[in-house]
């Protein structure tokens, strides 16, 4: 983490044209089914006709079969029609591991659309680990990212200002802060043609405590905007697991 948060006390999987972020929980199965990482990042090389995403599930106990629900949430935007997410997930008899796929439709993939949500384990009779009972998932259309320039981040809800890269998707007026509060977690927002600032409810990657992920959100009332020049202004409502609120501050980024 780059910096101490001022207002609170205190993927096991290789796939070709896809870019994916890596946090393994290192849990021990022993304490009950979990999800063998705590996030996948997915960006889909929009020349395929079809894609999975493949989540490893995995348990200690295998001396019978088990089924364990699938609950979705945190949907960052509108899931259906893109990804086909199973209900479920079972072991067999004697099994350790077990896989959930889901099915992205490539075609349906929006143009900087960052497509975020949350799954967990769920289940009445059988065991789960508590601090592996859910991931994090992210995809998206893979787009080639062009430096823009170095600059300063100061994100408000944080104590103190550091440096950052700011990209943009060639042929697009998507742009993103590299690494913004956490290393591979980074700010996408989009500058329209008025140069005001949108984007969407997106990971900071920092989590705060049993409190969870702290969560991006725009402000409904601090504007977002791009003065044409140098300065990145951002109304952020900064939301804990997606729906609690620590309130609306305003964040800049200034180039050098």
């Known amino acids: 983490m780059k910096n101490i948060f ?5 993927i096991l999987t290789i796939i070709p044209f896809v870019s994916c972020g890596e946090e393994d929980y290192g849990y021990n199965v022993d ?17 395929l006709t079809s894609y999975d995403i493949k989540v490893v599930v995995a348990r200690g ?58 799954l967990t384990l769920e289940s009445s009779q ?14 998206n259309l893979l787009l080639e990212w062009e430096d823009v320039g170095e600059g300063e981040y100061d994100p408000a809800l944080f104590t103190g200002t550091w440096d950052l890269t700011l990209q943009k998707a060639a042929g697009t007026n998507f742009y993103r802060l590299l690494d913004a509060i956490e290393y591979d977690y980074h ?26 992920m702290i969560w991006y959100t725009q402000s409904a009332s601090k504007p977002s905007r791009y003065d ?12 804990n697991g997606g729906t609690g609120t620590y309130g609306d501050f305003t964040d800049t980024f200034v180039l050098y």
Not at 187 to 212: L, M, P, R
């Open 61 to 118: 106990n295998t001396g019978a079969a088990a089924t364990f629900q699938l609950i979705v949430s945190n949907e960052s935007a509108n899931l259906s029609g893109v990804l086909s997410i199973p209900q479920s997930v079972t072991f067999e008899q004697g099994e350790s591991v077990a896989e959930v796929v889901i099915p992205v439709t490539v075609s349906a993939l929006g143009i900087g659309v960052y497509y975020n949500f949350t």
């Open 31 to 47: 304490t009950g089914a979990g999800f063998a990482l705590k996030k996948i990042v997915a960006e889909v090389d929009p020349g």
């Open 228 to 239: 044409g020049d140098k300065t990145y202004t951002f109304g952020v409502k900064y939301t």
């Open 6 to 10: 001022k207002f609170l006390i205190g």
């Open 187 to 212: 700010f996408i927002f989009e500058v329209k043609a008025d140069n005001t600032i949108i984007f969407g409810k997106q990971e900071t990657g920092y989590v705060n405590g049993a409190s969870g």
């Open 126 to 139: 059988e065991q789960i680990a508590a601090n592996s009972k859910s991931i994090n998932i992210s995809t």
